[in-house]
């Protein structure tokens, strides 16, 4: 079967056979429909939202009225959508004769990354709403955990980006992103500090467009591979593989490895990525933890507990 790149603005995904009912379904997704939101508390009515699915991000948010945003879900984070009026949700309802509605148009999305999981408690106003909500974030949900890291990268790269851009003008002001790095413990010493890592194009009037704040990301992790930059030395390589074959026989000008002892090699602690330094924490440093800067400033998780940036 043949790929397509589809409806997708951030790069294309793999489609199944019936790819264009899938197309259609995204699409009215990212339109969005009004349903009707069953809040945890009883106090709260159950109220009317509208619903909409944000591609570039895989994001649900609903909002009251046209702008204001109420609450928003990541796609990957949703573990189960349930049909039916199976949450504690409607139960709060059931005595309510005003806010019962028809059970084959209820469904339950269950989330989170804990133990405990949220729900969200929905009522579409048809069958085929009901049918466009849950097959369509189904497949949604499938096609957004098997797409490939950098995809979910630059998709969650411009969820942090448009939590700043509310009015997607592509921009985001200097003093923004410092604020943004500065809640994840990174000091920005000064503005020529950001202005020598965003890329050589001016910053316009000021402001840091979206592929300025991607360079920022990319010139972050340069940085934090520098340690690692012994990798394109050929004698370092060499004298690294001599002391991990510890064979006098195989100190050759080239050293090999057979198939078998690669594998072993890769799942070996040699090929550990932890800096070996910070073994002994000296009790007295507690206050400044050695947690790796971009396991604060960019700890996104895949599907299987990689953080994406592996």
Request: charged fraction near 25%; aromatic fraction near 22%.
């Given at each position: 079967m043949a790929g397509t790149s589809g409806f997708f603005s951030n790069g294309p995904v793999p489609w199944m056979d019936n790819d264009a009912e899938m197309n259609n379904l995204y699409r009215d997704l990212e339109l969005g429909t009004v349903l009707t939101l069953f809040y945890s508390k009883k106090s709260q009515r159950p109220e009317r939202r509208t619903f909409q699915v944000k591609l570039e991000t895989r994001t649900i948010i609903w909002t009251r009225g046209t702008d204001k945003i109420e609450g928003e879900i990541d796609i990957r984070e949703i573990k189960e959508i349930r049909p039916g009026q199976k949450s504690r949700d409607f139960e709060r309802y059931v005595e309510d004769s005003a806010a019962r509605l028809d059970q084959a148009h209820c469904f339950v999305i269950l989330y989170g990354t804990e133990f405990r999981l949220k729900s969200l408690s929905l009522a579409a106003t048809s069958d085929e709403e009901m049918s466009m909500w849950v097959k369509g974030l189904n497949w949604l949900v499938a096609d957004t955990l098997k797409s490939p890291t950098p995809l979910q990268i630059e998709r969650w790269l411009r969820k942090q980006f448009y939590a700043v851009d509310r009015n997607r003008e592509d921009r985001i002001s200097c003093k923004d992103l410092k604020s943004m790095l500065s809640q994840v413990n990174y000091r920005v010493p000064n503005m020529r500090f950001l202005r020598e890592k965003l890329p050589d194009s001016e910053l316009r009037n000021g402001d840091v467009s979206f592929s300025q704040f991607a360079q920022l990301y990319r010139s972050l992790m340069f940085d934090a591979q520098k340690n690692e930059m012994w990798a394109t030395d050929s004698s370092k390589v060499q004298e690294f593989m001599f002391s991990y074959l510890k064979d006098p026989l195989r100190e050759v000008e080239q050293p090999y490895?057979?198939?078998?002892?690669?594998?072993?090699?890769?799942?070996?602690?040699?090929?550990?990525?932890?800096?070996?330094?910070?073994?002994q924490v000296c009790p007295e440093n507690m206050s400044n933890p050695p947690v790796p800067l971009l396991d604060l400033l960019f700890a996104q998780h895949l599907p299987d507990g990689r953080p994406v940036f592996q």
């Open positions: 490895f057979h198939q078998d002892e690669f594998l072993t090699y890769l799942f070996s602690k040699e090929n550990t990525v932890w800096d070996s330094s910070l073994d």
